[in-house]
């Protein structure tokens, strides 16, 4: 647990002197747009259901 609490202390520091590099992979499947999209697919299944 300790080593996970100064990893997180370590990105925080580098984020407030936004120094902070992160090699981000996939996560436009998290973006507004696509989250909305499933959103709107899982209610248009619902109202079909009905």
């Known amino acids: ?3 996970t ?3 997180v202390k ?5 984020f407030k002197e936004n120094n902070l ?6 996560i436009d499947q998290f973006s507004r747009k ?3 999209k499933q959103l ?4 248009n299944d ?3 259901l009905s």
Request: net charge positive; charged share 15%.
């Open 5 to 7: 609490k100064q990893i």
């Open 1 to 3: 647990m300790n080593r």
């Open 46 to 48: 619902i109202a079909h």
């Open 10 to 14: 370590d990105l925080y520091n580098k």
């Open 21 to 26: 590099n992160i090699q981000s992979q996939n």
């Open 40 to 43: 709107a697919l899982v209610l």
């Open 34 to 36: 696509n989250l909305t």
